[in-house]
Every structure is written in structure tokens, then in C-alpha cells.
């Protein structure tokens, strides 16, 4: 593994370098993953402009880091919300480490894994950025292409086979996550018309 290491300051700017930095170190070498995750960071860029200039660095820096528990070497538990937090949160970065423990209704999946209470090691925010984590990475397709939602679970389903618990999982969030579109998806076009 490519040795990385704490990050202690709070500039925005520098909190999304590094975040990128440690992305590409762990994800860089796992094709579709990271064009997945380059393209979730690309529309965080984008969507983050409902968010105040932190949050939107917090955004970014979470969509960079939200898969980092698929590398294999951070895989503990296999469950990879969890297995990503616990690493972001040993590098100091706690909020972040909250927003990556719960992406995209990651408290249904942990459910369902038997993981309700290794992931409420870590707070849910459950704010605007918490939405807007999820509308990055439910629109954007397993090699960064832009997907609907339906697509997206469907997609789930057809590569981990339809009763696999990620496509289950999504399924039963698929209200909260399709809610959690719809917040962001009119912040943006109340900006879109001011
Ligand atoms: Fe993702």
C-alpha cells in the first residue's frame, strides 16, 4: 500500500488535495472503481454550489474518499462505508469520516449486514452535504457515466445479482435516497433561476 498520511489543517483547499491525493493512492489501480469516483468528485464540483465554500470542500473531499473501503487492503469487514470511515477517521478527519460511515443510506446495508452498530460508531450528519453525497454517487454509473437512480440500482442488481444484499439494500433505500435527489435536485434550480 502506498503510504499516506494525516492531515491535520482545515484549509478547504488543501483538505480536497488531499483527499484526491489519498484517493488516487489507494483507488487509482482499480479501473472502473476510480472512474466512478473521479466522476462522483467531478459532480460534487459541480452540485456543490447549494453548499457554503466549506461544506462544498467537505463535499468534494467525502466524494473523493466515500469508496476508499473497497481497496482491499482497508477491507476489514467488507461492508465498505464502514471499512472507509474507520480509515479516513485513523487519518483524522472525523466529519468526513461520518459522511463517507453513512453515503447513500449506508444505514440500510448495515442493517442488513448485522452492522447497525459498528456503523453508529460514527454520527450521521444527515444535512444538505449528506444529500448531496448521495445525489453524486446514485447519478453517477459504475464507469462515470451519468445514470438515474433506477438505473443505478438496477445496474446494482444485474452486477452483484438481484439478491446479493447491495442491490437489496438499495432497493429498500430507494425512497430515501430518491428524496435526498430531490432536496438537491431543486437547490440547484432555485440557483439555476436566481
Ligand atoms: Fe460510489
Known amino acids: 500500500m502506498v503510504l499516506v498520511g494525516r492531515v491535520s489543517h482545515v484549509d478547504p483547499d488543501e483538505l ?13 489501480g482499480m479501473g472502473d472503481r476510480w472512474r466512478h469516483v473521479q466522476a462522483v468528485a ?10 457554503d ?24 469487514t467488507g461492508f465498505h462505508p464502514l471499512d ?19 453515503h447513500s443510506a449506508a444505514h440500510v446495508e448495515a442493517e442488513l449486514r448485522g452492522l447497525r452498530t459498528e456503523l453508529a460508531e460514527f454520527p450521521d450528519e444527515g444535512s444538505e452535504t449528506t444529500a448531496a453525497l448521495a445525489y453524486c454517487d446514485m447519478l453517477t454509473g459504475p464507469t462515470g457515466e451519468t445514470i438515474a437512480l433506477e438505473q443505478r440500482i438496477a445496474d446494482v442488481a444485474r452486477r452483484y445479482g438481484p439478491e446479493h ?23 440547484l434550480r432555485q440557483l439555476d433561476r436566481a
Open 16 to 28: 480536497v488535495r488531499w483527499a484526491e491525493a489519498q484517493a488516487a493512492a489507494l483507488l487509482s
Open 42 to 51: 467531478a459532480r460534487a464540483r459541480e452540485a456543490g454550489r447549494i453548499l
Open 53 to 76: 465554500d466549506d461544506d462544498q470542500a467537505v463535499l468534494l473531499a467525502a466524494a473523493w474518499l466515500h469508496d476508499i473501503g473497497y481497496t482491499p487492503s482497508l477491507a476489514i
Open 84 to 102: 472507509g470511515a474507520r480509515y479516513v477517521r485513523m487519518l483524522g478527519q472525523e466529519r468526513i469520516a461520518g459522511l463517507v460511515a453513512h
Open 165 to 187: 444484499v447491495v442491490p437489496r439494500s438499495l432497493r429498500l433505500a430507494q425512497p430515501e435516497l430518491a428524496r435526498s435527489l430531490a432536496i438537491v435536485d431543486s437547490s
